[in-house]
């Protein structure tokens, strides 16, 4: 087994930080384009038939790993039970804690056996959520005297180390520099990958991770490739590190837990879910599935699924104005859902719809898979 940290440096700006599976599609792509398409399709059928070992991690700001932020405050929200602390004293802890992203690596195990400490752990990264405004060309006004500009904003992420001296917190630098790990087996699995970003480092070709990368945006290039054989040794340190990718595999078994005919049945029998069929004319083109939480005055949009050739209709709009008008009906006030972290476009439509991003959760689903999300909430009156 051979394991590799790979480095990265970002050239501008970045509007995600992007999971193990855009990291792997970007990798492959590289790989196709340095040794042929059949040595990459080759590569990619063995990893996927299992054939041989392959871990690869989402970027991370270097020398951080990310914060278990959901373990953290249920931890701490035993302790404000046990010493019967004022709830205010919780908001505020839970307030600290999703401030911290991303800690330093050899402070992990500490706040791991001393969740409270987590709120007092220096430097940590802050993960910035804003809008950069940028312009563009129209093509009919070239050699014309006007010439026509438009304006758009693009979503962008910032990461910030936060450091603190003995006196007061201050605004660190803008990271830059970011890493992966990379494990395999020997030989054929792992060193296509390797010989990949080698080449890349040698001959400056930047490793495209998002959109806009003709507008300078997620482009990163290689600094520098170590192996790591003796030194990452996590798995029996105990240490927090998310590996998981999106494999197919994965999403068959996300099928078959959550969306199966069997399944249904049972989150309608056991677990107080709702489903709502989506028709146009009589033909069946989608469905939602919530749970109302009185107790909270809340509901839950577990699912909200459209066929292909109906979205971007108003289709989900009209059923997002349908559980709004169900709620007042039934005096709740809030609806909240689950987004994969990254799957920009899904976000950006939850935020035009007025939803806000509340914390992340990282939700173990069983199978040695890990689901890693934003929860996101709209309040209403």
């Known amino acids: 087994m051979k394991n590799y940290k790979i480095i990265l440096r970002s050239s501008g700006t970045v509007t995600q930080l992007p999971d193990s599976q855009k990291i792997f599609g970007a990798m492959v792509t590289e790989l196709s384009r340095m040794q042929g398409g059949e040595a990459a399709a080759e590569f990619v059928r063995k990893v996927y038939n299992r054939e041989a070992h392959l871990a690869l991690s989402n970027l991370f700001p270097l020398g951080f790993l990310p914060v278990p932020q959901d373990y953290i405050m249920e931890k701490l929200a035993e302790r404000v039970s046990e010493e019967k602390k004022p709830e205010e004293n919780l908001k505020k802890l839970r307030a600290q804690i999703r401030e911290r992203a991303y800690i330093r690596e050899e402070k992990l195990n500490f706040i791991l056996k001393n969740p409270s400490a987590c709120c007092s752990v220096y430097p940590y990264i802050r993960e910035v959520s804003g809008q950069q405004l940028r312009a563009s060309l129209e093509r009919g006004g070239w050699g014309i005297e006007d010439l026509e500009k438009k304006l758009f904003t693009v979503p962008v992420t910032i990461l910030q180390e936060i450091s603190r001296d003995d006196e007061s917190e201050s605004r660190g630098r803008t990271v830059s520099e970011f890493c992966f790990y990379l494990q395999g087996d ?26 806009r990368a003709s507008q300078g945006l997620n482009k990163y290039y290689v600094d520098e490739i170590m192996c790591m054989e003796e030194e990452l040794a996590y798995s029996d340190k105990g240490v927090y590190l998310n590996l998981g990718m999106l494999l197919p595999d994965q999403i068959d078994y996300m099928v078959e837990k959550f969306q199966s005919a069997g399944a249904v049945k049972k989150q309608i029998a056991d677990q107080g879910y709702q489903y709502y069929m989506l ?6 083109i989608g469905y939602t599935g919530i749970v109302e939480q009185p107790q909270e005055k809340r509901l839950f949009l577990s699912k909200l699924y459209l066929e292909k050739p109906f979205r971007g209709r108003g289709y989900a709009s009209r059923t997002f104005e ?47 898979y890990l689901m890693d999300d934003y929860i996101m909430e709209k309040h209403f009156s």
Request: aromatic share 6%; charged share 25%; glycine share 10%.
């Open 279 to 284: 028709k146009l004319s009589g033909r069946l």
């Open 186 to 211: 020997s030989g054929q699995t792992v060193e296509p990958l390797v010989s990949t970003a080698e080449q890349m480092k040698r001959t400056g070709r930047p490793l495209i991770l998002g959109k």
């Open 322 to 368: 349908f559980l709004e008008e169900l709620c007042r009906q039934k005096g709740l006030s809030a609806i909240w859902l689950t987004v994969n972290r990254f799957n920009d476009h899904t976000i950006r439509v939850y935020e035009k719809k007025g939803f806000v991003k509340v914390r992340t959760q990282a939700a173990d689903i069983g199978n040695g």
